[in-house]
């Protein structure tokens, strides 16, 4: 960020702590005082940004020294000129430029550090100042006192909630605004609590009720908070800021199918008013925290969240710098939606340098990210029943113990070769790269279908249409050039051929048998044998497959079965095999016998690259010791044995979450737990990495060790569930003033803090910080649960005000930030289409289960294509309730972004509102307007028999009134000229139906 003052004044500093004490002009300042008054100053103002570290525009002023050198301009203070010293100039006058983004500095602040340099800026020696972190979000929670309120007033206290807004207004010379009338009050409980209109019916039951007394208001609010549909609503609150899609976004778009779970998950615990604490950890590290159960995997749809690069991960490989900003920015979304969501923290802002304005370093940000570097976006196993669970996460525990074991035993055994050893490698790998064909073919050969693990049996079978005579066969190695893949691609490791005059093999005679030994990869060497036998069958059988990258295979160019005289009797003959991968025309079974194979260049490469792998193979027998062959086939054993209780274990539902076991897809491969390593990136840059970074949080008051505690050799979620502990730790200050603030805003539409992502310097000041810190510790104190808030906030006077304008009181107060009166606003856009539905009759409340379209959907396989004016409105599986759409990130839907519907891509903690002619169009115009016009002219039509009637109907479906007698008049004459199907589309854009008073 820059700002046109300089540089080394742009930072933001911390509310200053009141000075005691004053002194007089041209009095030298006492040097026993000046930590106490001066010192305490700069260190509460200006230390944080202004630091032997830091040093913003060059300046520090935590030491004498580096502060009279004045920084960039030199002239920051002058001693015994205040006058030329441009310190002052930025923090004097009416609007100070600095502290930017804080409070400014009192006058008596101001005018002590004017006199300081009048006098000679004294500064004892020895002294170095050290910021004080008293920025207000970051202090401790502690509850204040509720405001005595008497007189007059103290009868409109009907919560803590008042007086505190009350006294707050008493100094403003404000107050509150009349209570609202019943029908107002009954359509804000609605539509506040579960988003949808009341029914005519339920408008009239209420607003007796309300009329009648008091108590019947508490009913009401009740009555809402038990609906399932109170789940729906605050769902989507949540969504917005946890940037929740179904498709994954960036270039190919591709569809999440399976991120549905976790909405349902967010609905369901909304419901059941789950503790908070319990609803942040499941999303953060519910496998760790809480094994066994589903939401505790369901939770971790909240990592999966976000944007994901399907390009950048999954056709780009990660030693690229592409795959690896891909994979950085990846764990940046990982790291920014966690701090803004739960913490209202912009970390995201120390990625490429030290955060600017809030005390958090790169090394800092790059520990959060190392907290994620095991995890990656990808479908997950979940199970309803909890010992399913539990069972296949202590498989996956076993599997993940056999495969370290097997690495750390091929790292002793590497090492046991020496330096000989290696060198061996090196050069294998020279003399394989040079090796070439003189005549490459495009039709490669038979390839397998691949295989997790070497030890599954493969077969290729030839026909020969009749028993012949065979002297000899052939294998011809593959050679593929696609991605460096090269010579010898997926030549068995253990194989073996045999023959017979039946095609089940019965009675078969062995002609070469390599089971017993791992067979060197012969490059485009053929593997040849001599026989005499009589035989119509050939088969090739792969008892230990070829490795790939991170799988297993068996593949063969060409099979040749030649007869005494030489003649290739396989020419053309029938292929079958277990299995086999067709993508014609490199692969295929018809390729193993079409007379075509890679020529190899005679040169003395392929007798190099046989004494290399001789002398390799001398090496390898000397340091394979018995006990290490004998450790080696334990482990592989455990390992299968725990994969196939994997594979036998009942595959459960889905989720799109946070993984480290999944299908590899591409450079898309799995962790299986290990985490990356993190490093952290000078200036950002993946190509510069630094020191590497160690798991961690964030420093708070009085704990700044941020690092985490953790074993060698932790499971990877452990650092997860660090974090998030250390995120719901009851003293934690930003954590509990970060939610209740998100709450008050969806009822007063308007938050106590501005800025509900970012509670830091640059964010904005909370206008009420009292009432913010005392509804944090009754959220906390009162089982963290969010329906005794919404009892609390919807019960107080200020939320059952009217919306009146008034002059006298805008004219102080324009804003309306001191609450005297209710705020306006319009329906969400998710609001008016669902009651849109529901006023016409159409509105399927069904709940759960996967997102309905409303496009068509074109080109799935590659980059999807969402078409939404190919889509028919009257579709009845798209009348369900709009959280159950499914939200596509790259092309949202044009009506319901027009109505300011929140972008998937990025976090929206607060909806824009905005009044445009697009909007009246859509209004008017869309397709699903029109057919909704339509299907509520049927409903009145069905429930009314005349016009009359009809309109009668209608104001009381979609205003929640009864229609006055001028509005009958006027809307029959409309209805006899244009029809009850337009006066439906007119109804539709009242503002009385898409405002909430």
């Known amino acids: 960020m820059s700002i046109s003052s300089p540089r080394w004044l742009s930072a933001v500093c911390s509310l200053a702590c009141a000075l005691a004490g004053s002194i007089v002009l041209g009095e030298p300042l006492p040097a026993a005082t000046f930590e106490n008054s001066v010192g305490a100053i700069l260190s509460n103002h200006c230390v944080s940004c202004h630091n032997p570290k830091k040093q913003e525009g060059g300046l520090s002023l935590a030491s004498a020294q580096a502060a009279f050198a004045g920084g960039d301009t030199g002239e920051a203070i002058v001693p015994r000129h205040p006058d030329a010293s441009t310190l002052l100039d930025y923090i004097s006058g009416d609007e100070p430029e600095m502290p930017k983004g804080g409070v400014p500095l009192s006058k008596e602040e101001v005018e002590t550090i004017r006199r300081w340099i009048a006098t000679g800026a004294d500064w004892p020696e020895g002294v170095v100042l050290k910021a004080n972190d008293t920025w207000w979000s970051r202090q401790p929670l502690k509850r204040p006192e509720v405001p005595a309120i008497t007189g007059e007033l103290a009868a409109q206290v009907r919560t803590p909630i008042d007086a505190f807004i009350i006294a707050k207004q008493q100094e403003h010379g404000l107050q509150l605004s009349p209570e609202a009338d019943a029908r107002t009050l009954v359509r804000r409980l609605y539509f506040d609590l579960i988003g949808l209109p009341p029914t005519p019916e339920e408008m009239h039951h209420w607003t007796a009720k309300l009329e009648s007394g008091n108590e019947a208001y508490a009913q009401l609010v009740e009555h809402l908070l038990a609906s399932p549909h109170y789940g729906e609503r605050w769902a989507r609150h949540w969504l917005d800021v946890v940037k929740y899609a179904d498709t994954c976004g960036y270039d190919k778009d591709k569809l999440r199918r399976n991120a549905w779970p976790y909405r349902d998950y967010v609905i369901r615990s909304f419901n059941e008013d789950k503790p908070y604490t319990r609803f942040v950890q499941e999303q953060i590290a519910g496998d760790a925290i809480f094994p066994g ?18 390009i950048g991960h999954v056709e780009v490989p990660a030693t690229k710098i592409d795959g690896k900003m891909a994979r950085n920015l990846d764990r940046d979304e990982m790291v920014s939606n966690t701090m803004n969501t739960f913490c209202s923290v912009t970390i995201q802002c120390a990625r490429c340098h030290d955060h600017k304005f809030d005390p958090y370093t790169q090394q800092h940000y790059y520990g959060l990210q190392a907290v994620f570097a095991a995890v990656d976006r990808a479908e997950r196993a979940y199970d309803l029943d909890p010992a399913i669970e539990q069972q296949r996460l202590e498989l996956a525990e076993q599997k993940q113990h056999a495969q370290q074991q097997l690495a750390s035993l091929n790292s002793e055994i590497e090492a046991s070769g020496g330096k000989r050893l290696r060198e061996l490698q090196v050069e294998l790998k020279s003399l394989q790269a040079q090796h070439r064909p003189k005549t490459p073919v495009a039709e490669h050969g038979y390839h397998s279908r691949i295989e997790a693990n070497a030890d599954q049996a493969k077969w290729v079978q030839i026909d020969l249409g009749a028993p012949v005579e065979l002297a000899r066969v052939v294998l011809h190695p593959c050679y593929d050039d696609y991605a460096g893949i090269g010579p010898g691609f997926g030549f068995p490791i253990r194989f073996k051929v045999e023959a017979s005059s039946d095609a089940a093999m019965t009675n078969a005679i062995t002609l070469a048998d390599e089971t017993t030994r791992d067979y060197p990869n012969p490059l485009l060497a053929t593997y040849e044998v001599n026989t005499e036998v009589t035989a119509r069958f050939v088969r090739i059988t792969a008892t230990k497959l070829a490795p790939r990258q991170n799988d297993f295979i068996f593949a063969l160019s060409e099979v040749e079965l030649l007869d005494a005289n030489g003649s290739n009797l396989a020419t053309g003959a029938e292929v079958t095999a277990l299995d086999s991968i067709e993508a014609p025309i490199r692969w295929g079974r018809a390729n193993l016998t079409d007379g075509r194979w890679p020529q190899p260049f005679e040169t003395s490469s392929v007798r190099a690259i046989g004494e290399v792998q001789q002398e390799l193979a001398r090496i390898e027998s000397d340091i394979n010791t018995p006990e290490r062959t004998t450790r080696r086939q334990t482990l592989q054993q455990q390992l299968q044995q725990a994969e196939a209780k994997l594979k036998s274990l009942p595959t459960g539902k889905m989720v799109y979450a946070a993984a480290i076991h999944f299908k590899p ?106 009432l913010l810190d005392w509804l944090a510790i009754e959220f906390r104190g009162n089982g963290e649960s969010m329906k005794h808030l919404h009892r609390l906030i919807v019960n107080s006077s200020v939320y059952r005000q009217r919306s009146d304008h008034q002059e006298e009181f805008a004219a102080i107060d324009g804003g309306n930030q001191f609450y005297w009166r209710m705020n306006r606003r319009r329906l969400e856009a998710e609001e008016i289409r669902d009651s849109i539905l529901s006023v ?136 006899e000229q244009h029809g009850l199907v337009n006066l439906c589309r007119v109804w539709f854009n009242q503002s009385e139906f898409v405002y909430l008073d």
């Open 293 to 310: 159960e589903a939401d505790g995997i369901l939770g971790l749809g909240f990592i999966a969240a976000g944007p994901w690069d399907f």
């Open 665 to 770: 897809q591409g450079s898309f491969q799995p962790t299986e737990g290990t985490p990356r390593t993190v490093h952290v990136l000078h200036r950002g840059n993946v190509t510069d990495p630094r020191e590497e970074a160690l798991p961690g949080a964030l420093p708070l008051p009085g704990d700044d060790t941020a690092s985490f505690d953790l074993a060698d050799g932790h499971p990877e979620a452990a650092r997860r569930a660090q974090l998030a502990r250390w995120i719901t730790n009851p003293e934690h200050p930003l954590t509990w003033r970060s939610i209740v603030n998100r709450i008050w805003q969806h009822h007063f539409d308007q938050p106590i803090v501005g800025s509900p992502n970012d509670f830091g310097r640059m964010g904005q000041l909370p206008t009420h910080p009292e």
């Open 840 to 975: 016409s009759g159409r509105l399927n409340l069904q709940m759960g289960g996967p997102g309905y379209f409303l496009f068509e959907l074109e080109k799935e396989a590659h980059s999807p294509h969402y078409e939404y004016h190919k889509f028919d409105p009257r579709d009845p599986a798209s009348h369900r309730r709009s959280i159950y759409r499914f939200v596509v990130r790259s092309q949202p839907d044009p009506y319901m972004t027009t109505l300011d519907c929140a972008d998937s891509s990025q976090s929206t903690p607060k909806r824009s509102e905005t009044l445009t002619a697009l909007q009246a169009l859509s209004m008017l115009n869309n397709p699903f307007q029109l057919a909704m016009s339509e299907a509520f002219a049927a409903r009145l039509q069905q429930e009314a028999d005349n016009l009359p009637r009809q309109i009668e109907r209608g104001i009381q479906l979609t205003l929640g009134r009864s229609a006055t007698p001028r509005e009958v008049e006027l809307f029959t004459n409309f209805a």
